[in-house]
């Protein structure tokens, strides 16, 4: 690509550009090695860095696509045509993998294969593996696996009846004059889904001037 032979011809073509991203890049063996190279620079900047505590974030995005790109599907929570990437972030916010899925998927597919051997990698060097993830991640096999390794973890419950009378009371506005600032209260609890083996602590957050209602699974 950018050989001293070609620059005559332009090696920036974008005829040439499409036909290495599409006939190299797109290899399997070519996709990963990119994946590769992509964590071990962030693991030269984490070798600076002596901290033995490691927070995991993990998520979903839009990657909005126009026409008819190859695996791009509408996504009715995102009201668009596009791919669904799952991403999993330190708290630093260093990208640690990126995983392209079509459009259509949910959140939380394939999110064994991303997160699992990041636990085992920073464990391997020592760290401490703590795990956070929104309601999209609220599911029995992403616990138990956890619980599995001894982790710590802090996982959005999505919101339900159960846990909105729970949290009822921490809803009333105090006494007298409203404070200029939000008034937040907190509550621990143990819950039990139908789906669930076994009950699990949780927290339940709300504020008395706005209308928030947060549950966290520990």
Same mark, same amino acid.
């Given at each position: 690509? &950018?050989?001293?032979?070609? $620059?005559?011809? *332009?090696?920036?073509?974008?005829?040439?550009?499409?036909?290495?991203?599409?006939?190299?890049?797109?290899?399997?063996?070519?996709?990963?090695?990119?994946?590769?190279?992509?964590?071990?620079? /962030?693991?030269?900047?984490?070798?600076?860095?002596?901290?033995?505590?490691?927070?995991?974030?993990?998520?979903?995005?839009?990657?909005?696509?126009?026409?008819?790109?190859?695996?791009?599907?509408?996504?009715?929570?995102?009201?668009?045509?596009?791919?669904?990437?799952?991403?999993?972030?330190?708290?630093?916010? *260093?990208?640690?993998?990126?995983?392209?899925?079509?459009?259509?998927?949910?959140?939380?597919?394939? $999110?064994?294969?991303?997160? =699992?051997?990041? /636990?085992?990698?920073?464990?391997?060097? &020592?760290?401490?593996?703590?795990?956070?993830?929104?309601?999209?991640?609220?599911?029995?096999?992403?616990?138990?696996?956890?619980?599995?390794?001894?982790?710590?973890?802090? /996982?959005?419950?999505?919101?339900?009846?159960?846990?909105?009378?729970?949290?009822?009371?921490?809803?009333?506005?105090?006494? &007298?004059?409203?404070?200029?600032?939000?008034?937040?209260?907190?509550?621990?609890?143990?819950?039990?889904?139908?789906? $669930?083996?076994?009950?699990?602590?949780?927290? =339940?957050?709300?504020?008395?001037?706005?209308? /928030?209602?947060?549950?966290?699974?520990?």
């Amino acid at each position: 690509m &950018g050989s001293e032979k070609l $620059w005559e011809r *332009g090696a920036a073509l974008t005829s040439r550009l499409q036909s290495f991203e599409t006939e190299l890049l797109a290899e399997e063996g070519n996709l990963a090695g990119l994946a590769t190279l992509n964590r071990e620079l /962030i693991a030269k900047a984490e070798a600076v860095d002596s901290t033995q505590h490691v927070v995991l974030d993990m998520d979903s995005t839009e990657i909005p696509v126009y026409s008819q790109q190859e695996q791009s599907a509408y996504n009715g929570h995102f009201e668009s045509t596009c791919y669904h990437p799952m991403l999993l972030f330190n708290r630093e916010g *260093g990208c640690l993998v990126a995983k392209v899925r079509a459009g259509n998927v949910h959140s939380a597919d394939g $999110w064994e294969e991303v997160l =699992l051997p990041e /636990i085992e990698r920073q464990r391997q060097n &020592g760290k401490e593996v703590v795990f956070r993830a929104d309601a999209a991640f609220a599911k029995p096999e992403v616990y138990e696996a956890l619980e599995e390794r001894s982790m710590k973890y802090a /996982i959005r419950i999505p919101a339900n009846e159960s846990l909105e009378r729970d949290i009822a009371e921490l809803l009333a506005r105090p006494v &007298g004059r409203p404070s200029h600032k939000p008034v937040v209260r907190y509550n621990s609890f143990v819950y039990q889904a139908a789906s $669930w083996k076994t009950a699990r602590r949780g927290m =339940l957050v709300g504020c008395c001037q706005l209308p /928030i209602v947060s549950c966290c699974c520990f």
